[in-house]
T-cell receptor, first 112, second 111 residues
Framework: KAGVTQTPRYLIKTRGQQVTLSCSPISGHRSVSWYQQTPGQGLQFLFE???????NKGNFPGRFSGRQFSNSRSEMNVSTLELGDSALYLC???????????FGPGTRLLVL | DQQVKQNSPSLSVQEGRISILNCDYTNSMFDYFLWYKKYPAEGPTFLIS?????DKNEDGRFTVFLNKSAKHLSLHIVPSQPGDSAVYFC??????????FGTGTRLKVLA
């Protein structure tokens, strides 16, 4: 079974721009979660989608948004980028009723 | 407020010895805990999990212990191997997919 895939793997943007990241979950997984990883902060939970609905949300500003499509693929959007948004963005998927999440390789975003 | 804490940012262990990674949490409602391993430039890889109804779970060289009264869990790796060198994250949730992660412990296994 193919794992979680994320595109693009690397991205460079400038302050004020917006960015969209994509995540394809493991086949059959309907839950997709997004995390931000920065040095010293570990993984910070952004949000979780299940069957196209946002089910859980972390403590990030409204500039961070996401959506999930009917095929369970998910996108995350960050508008009005700030320097502090530079991070590794990780996506994880889980099967229905399963507690374990499986992570993709991440998208490394650099904001200049 | 950090609900899940890994107070040791790094740990060095000789090959063949035991590695013990610790994790403390503050939310008594957490009912599921996981450990992940992360290599540079890769996403975290699931290692082992434990439900709050248990106090121990083993999988090969990896054992996770949960002490609910102390709100503490630990990951034991025996014997440690150089390939185990990575950053280890513990994570906790209260019945949802909203996992709270610790800041990680970098394990270095010396050959």
């Amino acid at each position: 079974k193919a794992g979680v895939t994320q595109t693009p793997r690397y991205l460079i943007k400038t302050r004020g721009q917006q960015v969209t990241l994509s995540c394809s979950p493991i086949s059959g997984h309907r839950s997709v979660s997004w995390y931000q990883q920065t040095p010293g902060q570990g993984l910070q939970f952004l949000f979780e989608y299940f069957s196209e609905t946002q089910r859980n949300k972390g403590n990030f500003p409204g500039r961070f948004s996401g959506r999930q499509f009917s095929n369970s693929r998910s996108e995350m959007n960050v508008s009005t980028l700030e320097l502090g948004d530079s991070a590794l963005y990780l996506c994880a998927s889980a099967g229905e009723g399963a507690e374990t999440q499986y992570f993709g390789p991440g998208t490394r975003l650099l904001v200049l | 407020d950090q609900q899940v804490k890994q107070n040791s940012p790094s740990l060095s262990v000789q090959e063949g010895r035991i590695s013990i990674l610790n994790c403390d949490y503050t939310n008594s409602m957490f009912d599921y805990f996981l450990w992940y391993k992360k290599y540079p430039a890769e996403g975290p890889t699931f290692l082992i999990s434990i439900s709050s109804i248990k106090d121990k779970n083993e999988d090969g060289r990896f054992t996770v212990f949960l002490n609910k009264s102390a709100k503490h869990l630990s990951l034991h790796i025996v014997p440690s191997q150089p390939g185990d060198s990575a950053v280890y994250f513990c994570a906790a949730s209260e019945g949802t997919y909203k996992y709270i992660f610790g800041t990680g412990t970098r394990l270095k296994v010396l050959a």
